[in-house]
T-cell receptor, first 111, second 117 residues
Framework: GQNIDQPTEMTATEGAIVQINCTYQ??????LFWYQQHAGEAPTFLSY????GLEEKGRFSSFLSRSKGYSYLLLKELQMKDSASYLC????????????FGAGTTVTVRA | DADVTQTPRNRITKTGKRIMLECSQT?????MYWYRQDPGLGLRLIYY???????NKGEISDGYSVSRQAQAKFSLSLESAIPNQTALYFC????????????????FGPGTRLTVL
């Protein structure tokens, strides 16, 4: 299987920046996804990284270092609606190229 | 209209009962997946299907079975429900993915909250 670790909870203030780290172990790395999940709702796609570097998409950016087995999701200019769980998911040979999900990081944005 | 739908959205049942959860999609995707989500454990893959005649076990398939009635429909059955199958169940679809060198975004349904008493 794959070990995917991310912090359980983070709290930040509206307008601030929060960085959610994800570390993973896999062979035959095939891609890393970030999903957002509001309480009681479906996960929705945020970003995808397969090559090293930073992918920017509006207020959200995702970074990948394959050699370090490390990714982060950066949320800028936080808004109250960003309060949600953020899921890191990895595809690799270790899980037959399916997605393995981390337990998720619950971000709470405070006014 | 939602691209991926699940029925029922909520279900309470008793130990030993047979339960079927249904998933339909209008995205035209070949690949469909069933996951369960438990607090603190994240999403875990139960079964997946790459086409109508293809069914594969995932990480936690014991106690579950699936059927793919058509490209657009993928059902999950609990033959004899037990309390530790109480969870939130998600169906997902993707156009590609699941193979070496091929990753693709998965799109999730709204989930079915199942309680087994």
């Amino acid at each position: 299987g794959q070990n995917i670790d991310q912090p359980t909870e983070m709290t930040a203030t509206e307008g601030a920046i929060v960085q959610i780290n994800c570390t993973y172990q896999t062979s035959g790395f095939n891609g890393l996804f970030w999903y957002q999940q509001h309480a009681g709702e479906a996960p929705t796609f945020l970003s995808y990284n397969v090559l090293d570097g930073l992918e920017e998409k509006g207020r959200f950016s995702s970074f990948l270092s394959r050699s370090k087995g490390y990714s982060y999701l950066l949320l800028k200019e936080l808004q109250m609606k960003d309060s949600a769980s953020y899921l890191c998911a990895v595809s690799g040979r270790s899980n037959d190229y399916k997605l393995s999900f981390g337990a998720g990081t619950t971000v709470t944005v405070r006014a | 209209d939602a691209d991926v739908t699940q029925t029922p959205r909520n279900r309470i049942t008793k130990t030993g009962k047979r339960i079927m959860l249904e998933c339909s999609q209008t995205k035209g995707h070949d690949r469909m997946y069933w996951y369960r989500q438990d607090p603190g454990l994240g999403l875990r893959l139960i079964y997946y299907s790459f086409d109508v005649k293809d069914m594969n076990k995932g990480e936690i398939s014991d106690g579950y079975s699936v059927s793919r009635q058509a490209q657009a429909k993928f059902s999950l059955s609990l033959e004899s429900a037990i309390p530790n199958q109480t969870a939130l169940y998600f169906c997902a679809t993707s156009d590609l993915g699941g193979l070496a060198g091929v990753s693709d975004t998965q799109y999730f349904g709204p989930g079915t909250r199942l309680t087994v008493l």
